[in-house]
C-alpha cells in the first residue's frame, strides 16, 4: 500500500508517499510554502494537491492526515462527513490548523473520490494521560458537556519517540522517557512504559511551551487587565496567536536561529526569550521527573532539539542530581540519532530526529486493513 501522509499548515503543505509494503520506505516527498500569501502562486491547499498528484511516481493507494484536534474524537479514523463536522466544531481552538486540514480532506475527496482517507490526530497518543493530569480546575460541567480539558498533541511525533527509543537502547532501560519536541510548535511528553501518561499542551496547541509565536502558558485572567485597556477579544488572541511566544518576547523574530543570532550579539530581550524558553522545558521535565519518579531516556526531537546545540546544553544544565549528565563533546551535532550523554549518566540522553509521517503511515494501514 503507498500512503501519502499530509502535514499541513496554515500556510504550508509538506507531504511524503511511503510504501507500506516494505515497511515504510519513502518513494517521494516535497514541502510548499507562503500558500495563500501575497506573491505565492498558490492561492489555495488545493492549489497544492494538483500539483502533488501530477509530479508523484506513483498515485497513492491511500492518504494519511497529521490532523490536529477532533475533539471527542480519539485515535485515527476514516475521514467521513461525521469527523469533518466534528473537526468544524473544533477549529475555534485550533484555528491554524483544524482549517487547512479541513480544505485538503474535502479537495483530496473532490479529486480522488475513490481514495480513501484517514484522520490520525495528534490527540491519540494521549488518550492513556490519567483524568487527574487531564481536567482543569473548572466548574465540571464545562468538562463533561464542552469537552474543556488538556488533550495533547504532536501526538504522532511523541509515539515515534516511544516506539524507536527502545530499539536504540533496548525495552528494560527505557522504561521512564521524557520526550521533547522543540521546534516551532513545542512540547515536553511523559512516557512510562510507551504510553503518554502527561503532555505539556493544554485545551489547545497555544500552550505550554512558548512556541514561535504563539504565546504558551498564560494567565487567563491577565486578559481583564489587557481589555481594561481598550484591546478587544479578537486583538488579545490575535497577538497571543500570532504576536506572541519567542517572537513576543525576543521582538527579534519567532526563529530560534535568528534569536540565538541576536543574543549572542548583545540583545538581552533575545536573551530574555532564550532563557524563559529553557526555564518552561525545564520545569516540564522537573514535573515529569516526580510523574514518573526518575528518568531512563531523555529524548530531543523537533527542529530545535535535533539541531539546537546550545538550547540542549542550557536544558540539561546541572541536571545531575537526575542522573542526567550530557556529554558538551558528544552535543556538538546535529540532526542525527545520537547518544549525547556522558558514561557516568545513569539516563542516556539522545537526539532522535522524529519521523511523525511514518507514524501516521501505520495508523492508516491499520486503520484500512480493519474495513
Same mark, same amino acid.
Given at each position: 500500500?503507498?500512503?501519502?501522509?499530509?502535514?499541513?499548515?496554515?500556510?504550508?503543505?509538506?507531504?511524503?508517499?511511503?510504501?507500506?509494503?516494505?515497511?515504510?520506505?519513502?518513494?517521494?516527498?516535497?514541502?510548499?510554502?507562503?500558500?495563500?500569501?501575497?506573491?505565492?502562486?498558490?492561492?489555495?491547499?488545493?492549489?497544492?494537491?494538483?500539483?502533488?498528484?501530477?509530479?508523484?511516481?506513483?498515485?497513492?493507494?491511500?492518504?494519511?492526515?497529521?490532523?490536529?484536534?477532533?475533539?471527542?474524537?480519539?485515535?485515527?479514523?476514516?475521514?467521513?462527513?461525521?469527523?469533518?463536522?466534528?473537526?468544524?466544531?473544533?477549529?475555534?481552538?485550533?484555528?491554524?490548523?483544524?482549517?487547512?486540514?479541513?480544505?485538503?480532506?474535502?479537495?483530496?475527496?473532490?479529486?480522488?473520490?475513490?481514495?480513501?482517507?484517514?484522520?490520525?490526530?495528534?490527540?491519540?497518543?494521549?488518550?492513556?494521560?490519567?483524568?487527574?493530569?487531564?481536567?482543569?480546575?473548572?466548574?465540571?460541567?464545562?468538562?463533561?458537556?464542552?469537552?474543556?480539558?488538556?488533550?495533547?498533541?504532536?501526538?504522532?511525533?511523541?509515539?515515534?519517540?516511544?516506539?524507536?527509543?527502545?530499539?536504540?537502547?533496548?525495552?528494560?532501560?527505557?522504561?521512564?522517557?521524557?520526550?521533547?519536541?522543540?521546534?516551532?510548535?513545542?512540547?515536553?511528553?511523559?512516557?512510562?512504559?510507551?504510553?503518554?501518561?502527561?503532555?505539556?499542551?493544554?485545551?489547545?496547541?497555544?500552550?505550554?511551551?512558548?512556541?514561535?509565536?504563539?504565546?504558551?502558558?498564560?494567565?487567563?485572567?491577565?486578559?481583564?487587565?489587557?481589555?481594561?485597556? !481598550?484591546?478587544?477579544?479578537?486583538?488579545?488572541?490575535?497577538?497571543?496567536?500570532?504576536?506572541?511566544?519567542?517572537? !513576543?518576547?525576543?521582538?527579534?523574530?519567532?526563529?530560534?536561529?535568528?534569536?540565538?543570532?541576536?543574543?549572542?550579539?548583545?540583545?538581552?530581550?533575545?536573551?530574555?526569550?532564550?532563557?524563559?524558553?529553557?526555564?518552561?522545558?525545564?520545569?516540564?521535565?522537573?514535573?515529569?521527573?516526580?510523574?514518573?519518579?526518575?528518568?531512563?531516556?531523555?529524548?530531543?526531537?523537533?527542529?530545535?532539539?535535533?539541531? !539546537?546545540?546550545?538550547?540542549?546544553?542550557?536544558?540539561?544544565?546541572?541536571?545531575?542530581?537526575?542522573?542526567?549528565?550530557?556529554?558538551?563533546?558528544?552535543?556538538?551535532?546535529?540532526?542525527?540519532?545520537?547518544?549525547?550523554?556522558?558514561?557516568?549518566?545513569?539516563?542516556?540522553?539522545?537526539?532522535?530526529?522524529?519521523?511523525?509521517?511514518?507514524?501516521?503511515?501505520?495508523?492508516?494501514?491499520?486503520?484500512?486493513?480493519?474495513?
Amino acid at each position: 500500500m503507498l500512503v501519502l501522509v499530509a502535514n499541513l499548515g496554515s500556510t504550508s503543505f509538506k507531504f511524503k508517499l511511503l510504501d507500506m509494503s516494505s515497511g515504510g520506505d519513502e518513494v517521494a516527498r516535497g514541502g510548499y510554502e507562503r500558500i495563500g500569501q501575497a506573491g505565492s502562486e498558490f492561492a489555495t491547499h488545493g492549489d497544492v494537491i494538483d500539483v502533488i498528484l501530477k509530479t508523484l511516481p506513483k498515485p497513492p493507494d491511500a492518504i494519511g492526515f497529521k490532523a490536529v484536534h477532533g475533539g471527542p474524537i480519539s485515535g485515527a479514523v476514516r475521514v467521513t462527513d461525521e469527523v469533518i463536522a466534528t473537526m468544524e466544531q473544533f477549529s475555534d481552538v485550533a484555528p491554524a490548523h483544524n482549517p487547512p486540514y479541513i480544505a485538503a480532506m474535502k479537495a483530496f475527496r473532490q479529486k480522488m473520490p475513490k481514495c480513501p482517507q484517514v484522520a490520525a490526530f495528534e490527540t491519540a497518543f494521549h488518550q492513556t494521560i490519567p483524568l487527574s493530569r487531564q481536567v482543569y480546575a473548572i466548574p465540571h460541567d464545562w468538562t463533561e458537556k464542552l469537552g474543556i480539558r488538556r488533550y495533547g498533541f504532536h501526538g504522532a511525533s511523541h509515539r515515534y519517540i516511544a516506539t524507536r527509543v527502545p530499539e536504540l537502547v533496548g525495552k528494560e532501560n527505557s522504561r521512564r522517557i521524557i520526550s521533547c519536541h522543540l521546534g516551532g510548535s513545542c512540547s515536553v511528553t511523559a512516557i512510562e512504559n510507551g504510553k503518554s501518561v502527561a503532555n505539556s499542551f493544554g485545551m489547545t496547541a497555544q500552550s505550554g511551551v512558548p512556541h514561535n509565536n504563539r504565546v504558551g502558558e498564560f494567565d487567563t485572567f491577565a486578559m481583564l487587565k489587557l481589555l481594561k485597556q !481598550g484591546l478587544s477579544l479578537d486583538d488579545i488572541f490575535k497577538k497571543l496567536g500570532k504576536e506572541g511566544g519567542m517572537l !513576543g518576547m525576543s521582538g527579534v523574530s519567532p526563529d530560534m536561529r535568528d534569536i540565538e543570532k541576536a543574543a549572542a550579539g548583545g540583545n538581552a530581550r533575545a536573551q530574555l526569550a532564550l532563557d524563559a524558553f529553557v526555564e518552561s522545558v525545564r520545569s516540564f521535565i522537573g514535573q515529569y521527573l516526580v510523574v514518573l519518579g526518575g528518568i531512563d531516556v531523555l529524548a530531543f526531537t523537533g527542529g530545535i532539539g535535533e539541531n !539546537g546545540i546550545a538550547i540542549r546544553e542550557a536544558i540539561c544544565r546541572n541536571l545531575h542530581w537526575a542522573g542526567i549528565v550530557l556529554d558538551p563533546t558528544k552535543n556538538q551535532v546535529r540532526a542525527k540519532e545520537e547518544k549525547i550523554s556522558k558514561l557516568e549518566s545513569n539516563a542516556e540522553v539522545w537526539i532522535v530526529p522524529t519521523n511523525e509521517e511514518l507514524i501516521v503511515a501505520r495508523q492508516t494501514e491499520a486503520v484500512l486493513s480493519q474495513n
